[in-house]
């Protein structure tokens, strides 16, 4: 395992391992207990959405995780919103903060009001999106092939701008950006040359996002761990049954 790319709530790797296997992975991720808004109380509601409008909304904001909060426990958080103007995220007060406090959840003008118990609980991404911690996806890395005739158009008709041209010769920089749109190939075939072969490799590319709940690393980490704590089990019982 080789890490590409690494940013704020997202992790770019290599690892050489079957499809299924990090098709496993990627959706255990929706396996994770991760908190979220499940239940809403608007006892005051004069802005222009709906009381179900609202509710949506407010039960899809990201919340940041509290490890001393118990996985069967819920979390009261509240709303009072009385000036005029959009009401947003930061203005829930509670244990619990939301990841990002800019999410406008409605509007309100002079003299209108909001008030909002909102109750928080643990849940899976596997049962409604709002419990989902981030999301993964992957491909095969290619191994690029440039031979020494390799037409200079390439360099420019590469979507990616992996293709280079250093000391009259053409390279291939960052080419774990490459998804074989083969737009390099069909300009060397009209060339009449075969100047570039793009192979898939038996390395697979992984990218890892988080919403902002629990850091990225972490997701993968416990995603790992549920998916062996299933196979596990699943290995018990097919052992009884023999």
Do not use: W
């Amino acid at each position: 395992m080789k890490i590409i790319q690494e940013k704020n709530n997202q992790i770019t790797f290599s690892a050489e391992i079957e499809e299924s296997l990090a098709n496993a992975i990627r959706r255990y991720l929706y396996q994770i207990p991760v908190l979220a808004i499940d239940e809403v109380e608007i006892s005051k509601n004069d802005s222009p959405l709906y009381d179900e409008t609202v509710a949506h909304r407010i039960g899809l904001i990201p919340l940041k995780t509290d490890k001393s909060i118990k996985e069967n426990s819920e979390v009261k958080l509240k709303l009072s919103a009385k000036k005029e103007g959009m009401v947003y995220s930061k203005e829930f007060v509670g244990k619990l903060e939301p990841v990002y406090g800019e999410i406008p959840i409605t509007s309100l003008k002079k003299g209108q009001e909001l008030e909002i118990v909102a109750i928080v609980k643990f849940g899976q991404g596997s049962t409604h999106s709002k419990f989902s911690p981030g999301l993964m996806f992957y491909r095969n890395l290619v191994d690029i092939k440039i031979d020494k005739d390799c037409p200079p158009e390439v360099v420019n008709i590469c979507p990616q701008g992996i293709l280079k041209s250093s000391n009259g010769k053409i390279i291939a920089e960052n080419d774990y950006k490459c998804d074989m749109c083969e737009a390099c190939t069909d300009l060397c075939q009209k060339k009449q040359k075969d100047s570039i072969t793009l192979t898939p490799s038996k390395e697979l590319a992984i990218t890892l996002e988080s919403f902002g709940q629990l850091d990225v690393k972490e997701i993968l980490i416990k995603s790992i761990n549920v998916l062996k704590k299933d196979l596990s089990l699943l290995s018990k019982k097919i052992v009884k049954i023999k």
